[in-house]
Nanobody, 116 residues
């Protein structure tokens, strides 16, 4: 059974940091590209960051460049999103996404709220 389980969300003040984790099971994690998306109230789902299989390349949305870092640990079947200098506009549900050609899986999401 395929599972993507996100963790690490919560509430933080502006300027704070959070580290999200997404642990996968039920598929060959190492060959999949992994991404983090977010969905804010009233907005379209947005690609935040993605990383290739083997951790070869990472890409970021302009809105998070220099603040967020995506990484992966294939031995733990886990992808991370380190989020620094968080802003209120980063408030959203963050979702983990795995993709390999036409195969794709989504996690349920974890809520991140940035508020003073």
């Amino acid at each position: 059974q395929v599972q993507l389980v996100e963790s690490g969300g919560g509430m933080v003040q502006p300027g704070g940091s959070l580290r999200l984790a997404c642990t996968a099971s039920g598929f060959a994690f190492g060959i999949y590209g992994m991404s983090w998306y977010r969905r804010a109230p009233g907005k379209e789902r947005e690609l935040v960051a993605d990383i290739g299989s083997g951790g070869g390349s990472a890409n970021y949305a302009d809105s998070v460049k220099g603040r967020f870092t995506i990484s992966r640990d294939d031995a733990r079947s886990t992808v991370y999103l380190q989020m620094n200098n968080l802003k209120p506009e980063d408030t959203a549900v963050y979702l983990c996404y795995a993709h390999y050609y036409r195969l794709e899986y989504w996690g349920q999401g974890t809520q991140v709220t940035v508020s003073s």
